[in-house]
């Protein structure tokens, strides 16, 4: 790793929420031709029965990646609003019982804990979201050497202009992995941390809706557009199709660890996270892309979005079991 001279490798902004996994039989799913839009399906006003139910108590992209950068052994803050209230105390604990941080937790007294219910189902996972209305600010923060900054609600951009004066005077790196509301909210938030971001991580959806193009186009003019707004290193997931990433006019393609996927709730959360920690050890793009997909191919046997989480170790032996599983150059 980098010699630290600061107080975290790592800070990482977001919403954390409380998630319920319910696993559903009864179901059906139907596509366009292509596969790229499907539906969840199941009979109006009916009983659907669950078969199994399981809680994760402290949830969301920047939760998930605080708690799986502190398992790679990395030092790491979060910074976050919760509702005071149970679940949000909840949320506070399982943070700091996996090594996070909480010097710039935030609780609301007005608001309660966001919440979300991830519907599972073969393999797959819809997932209907809550975010409490917050009215966020961005607390005064120590030197690190990343932020990563994930899905917030609406309001978010008023964190934008303290946050690139941070960056600025801190010389801080910027990772980021917008939300739903970052990619919908106002164009001109986005386009200044994007010029300001060092490491973009998105899914190809996502690329495509910054870029306001088919997710069909070729993942090569996915990436240079998006490294044409700002960004110096980007990488894209493409579900079980792999990922990709430019940099310095260099692209790759990395396929996914064959892995059997039970559930894919937080796998781009895991990516970004390995992603980001291999370059934190001072590892090249390559190897980033494997301990990316290694993760991520962890997190898909487990149900929820931290139970596959790897530690360094871990990351190893698995890059160990498949040494010929490597980044090929993206034409």
Known sequence: ???????????????????????????????????????????????????????VPAAGNAANNAVGSARLGLSVAMVTTLGSDE???????????NGVAMPYVIFDRRRGTNYSTVLSFQG?????????????RLPVLAPSFRVY????????????????????TSGASLAFN?????????????LSLLKRTDVLLVNREEAATILKRSPSVTPRTLLSGLHALGPATVVITDGPAGSYALRDGDAWSMPPYPL???????AGDAYSTGFL??????????????????????????????????????????LRRYPRLVPKPLP
């Not at 679940?87 to 019982?97: H, Q, V, Y």
């Not at 900054?149 to 600025?168: D, F």
């Open 1 to 55: 790793m980098q010699k630290r001279r600061v107080p975290y490798d790592l800070v990482s902004i977001g919403d954390a929420t409380v998630d319920v996994f319910l696993k559903l039989h009864d179901a059906t799913v139907h596509c366009t031709l292509n596969r790229r839009a499907c539906l969840l399906c199941f009979r109006y006003a009916d009983k659907i029965p669950v078969e199994a139910v399981t809680r």
């Open 87 to 97: 679940a949000g105390r909840g949320i506070a604990a399982e943070l700091r019982k």
């Open 124 to 136: 797959e996972r819809t997932i209907l979201i809550y975010h409490e209305p917050r009215t966020y």
């Open 149 to 168: 900054l994930t899905s917030m609600g609406k309001g978010w951009e008023r964190i934008v202009p303290p946050l690139l004066r941070y960056l600025q």
């Open 178 to 190: 917008p939300g739903t509301h970052q990619l919908r909210g106002k164009p001109s938030a986005l």
């Open 260 to 266: 059997p996927a039970v559930e894919r709730t937080g």
């Open 277 to 318: 920690a291999a370059l934190s050890y001072g590892t090249d793009i390559a190897d980033a892309l494997r301990w990316g997909a290694a993760n991520a191919g962890s997190v898909i046997q487990k149900i929820g979005p931290q139970a596959g989480l790897l530690t360094r170790s871990g990351i190893q032996g698995l």
